[in-house]
Antibody
Framework: EVQVVQSGGGQVKPGGSLRLSCAAS????????MNWVRQAPGKGLEWVSS???????YYTDSVKGRFAISRDNARNSLYLQLNSLRAEDTALYYC????????????WGQGALVIVSS | QSALTQPASVSGSPGQSITISCIGT?????????VSWYQQHPGKAPKVVIY???NRPSGISNRFSGSKSGNTASLTISGLQTEDEADYYC????????????FGTGTKVTVL
């Protein structure tokens, strides 16, 4: 059974840092592109970052230079390092697997809440 | 790149059909057939109901259908049921561009 389980999150002051983790199981993790998608309270979905099987990384413009996506295939884990956090980064952050070929994000984690507030 | 435009809300009675539009541009919806639709119930993670414009993942009811014309994609839910009440988001995968994914503004579907 495919599972994506998230950990991390919490409250941090503006300018602070946090690391989100995502543990995957039930599939060959190294073969899949993994993604981070966030949802601000009461708002819509926003793609944040992706990393493919070749370790190519992609970021939305608003987080470039502040967030860093990484993966550890030996541990079947995905990470998102959030630095220089701003109030507008407050959101529920989801980890999601992209399916093979053209299939979209087919398995999602439960979400991790990040609150940036003084 | 801006979010794709969806109506804020759509409603219908049980058994009726509703259609949700997703308006993009020639740089996203108009170019790529990697259009997906996600259903999100309150407090839950999104779940894909349509991908590649009109394909249904295994286990998704055939009451859900998708289409695209020009810069506009559409999701139709036929035979509306109470469990269809949720938020729906369209999304376009732009392969190697940035942003890699563009999401719609979201539509709240209410079953009257």
């Amino acid at each position: 059974e495919v599972q994506v389980v998230q950990s991390g999150g919490g409250q941090v002051k503006p300018g602070g840092s946090l690391r989100l983790s995502c543990a995957a199981s039930g599939f060959t993790f190294r073969d899949y592109t993994m993604n981070w998608v966030r949802q601000a309270p009461g708002k819509g979905l926003e793609w944040v970052s992706s990393i493919n099987s070749l370790n190519y990384m992609y970021y939305t413009d608003s987080v470039k230079g502040r967030f860093a996506i990484s993966r550890d295939n030996a541990r079947n884990s995905l990470y998102l390092q959030l630095n220089s956090l701003r109030a507008e980064d407050t959101a529920l952050y989801y980890c999601a697997r992209k399916g093979v070929g053209s299939t979209p994000m087919d398995y999602w984690g439960q979400g991790a809440l990040v609150i940036v507030s003084s | 790149q801006s979010a794709l435009t969806q109506p804020a809300s759509v409603s219908g009675s049980p058994g009726q059909s509703i259609t949700i539009s997703c308006i993009g541009t020639s740089s996203d919806v108009g170019t790529y057939n990697f259009v997906s639709w996600y259903q999100q119930h309150p407090g839950k993670a999104p779940k894909v109901v349509i991908y590649d414009v009109s394909n249904r993942p295994s286990g998704i009811s055939n009451r859900f259908s998708g289409s695209k014309s020009g810069n506009t994609a559409s999701l139709t839910i036929s035979g509306l049921q109470t469990e269809d009440e949720a938020d729906y988001y369209c999304s376009v995968y732009t392969i190697d561009n940035t942003p890699l994914y563009v999401f719609g503004t979201g539509t709240k579907v209410t079953v009257l």
